[in-house]
């Protein structure tokens, strides 16, 4: 008979903890979709706000595409090789690419950091190419071919970082060769 009652008594614990449990979770699971919509809120408002400011330009790459194509000054930085990171294949490998800046001559810092003839940013031309090799050559054979998007948004935020500015809202890759 006690054999008996210890079953029961540990089938009804077992119930309540099953009901228990089941509420805890529909609390919980309420709670927390509720935080995942605040958050999404919170980090659509900080995108918006990233990329606004004057013409629609932040510090970010998701401005590509609101500057108008008369207003597109394209800067090349012709035949860079880049010797990438190494891939335990005992290989080296490089990339050799042209660097294609995209400028937007409605930014205010364009005179500041173009000039009216483009030789104030060539100064700065020696600094890109460290930042390039930098970035590019963070990345194996196989990452480059497979996040070559990923790698042109890493090296548009440091040069945007290093002129503290927008104005330079779009990197490209023009006639890449591996090796």
């Given at each position: 008979?006690?054999?008996?009652?210890?079953?029961?008594?540990?089938?009804?614990?077992?119930?309540?903890?099953?009901?228990?449990?089941?509420?805890?979770?529909?609390?919980?699971?309420?709670?927390?979709?509720?935080?995942?919509?605040?958050?999404?809120?919170?980090?659509?408002?900080?995108?918006?706000?990233?990329?606004?400011?004057?013409?629609?330009?932040?510090?970010?790459?998701?401005?590509?595409?609101?500057?108008?194509?008369?207003?597109?000054?394209?800067?090349?930085?012709?035949?860079?090789?880049?010797?990438?990171?190494?891939?335990?294949?005992?290989?080296?490998?490089?990339m050799l690419t042209t660097i294609v800046?995209?400028?937007?001559?409605?930014?205010?810092?364009?005179?500041?950091?173009?000039?009216?003839?483009?030789?104030?940013?060539?100064?700065?031309?020696?600094?890109?190419?460290?930042?390039?090799?930098?970035?590019?050559?963070?990345?194996?054979?196989?990452?480059?071919?497979?996040?070559?998007?990923?790698?042109?948004?890493?090296?548009?935020?440091?040069?945007?970082?290093?002129?503290?500015?927008?104005?330079?809202?779009?990197?490209?890759?023009s006639g890449s060769v591996y090796q």
């Amino acid at each position: 008979m006690k054999k008996n009652l210890l079953a029961i008594i540990i089938l009804a614990l077992l119930l309540v903890n099953t009901a228990m449990t089941g509420f805890m979770m529909l609390t919980v699971m309420t709670t927390n979709n509720q935080a995942v919509a605040l958050i999404g809120d919170i980090a659509a408002a900080l995108q918006i706000e990233a990329n606004g400011g004057e013409n629609g330009q932040g510090f970010s790459g998701s401005a590509t595409g609101n500057v108008d194509i008369s207003n597109m000054v394209p800067y090349s930085i012709a035949d860079m090789t880049i010797s990438l990171k190494e891939d335990g294949s005992g290989k080296s490998h490089y990339m050799l690419t042209t660097i294609v800046l995209s400028l937007d001559k409605s930014n205010e810092d364009y005179e500041t950091y173009y000039g009216a003839d483009g030789t104030t940013f060539a100064t700065y031309q020696d600094k890109i190419k460290s930042i390039i090799t930098e970035v590019v050559g963070a990345y194996t054979l196989d990452e480059i071919r497979t996040h070559e998007d990923e790698a042109k948004e890493a090296l548009l935020e440091r040069i945007q970082e290093l002129f503290n500015s927008g104005f330079i809202y779009e990197v490209s890759f023009s006639g890449s060769v591996y090796q």
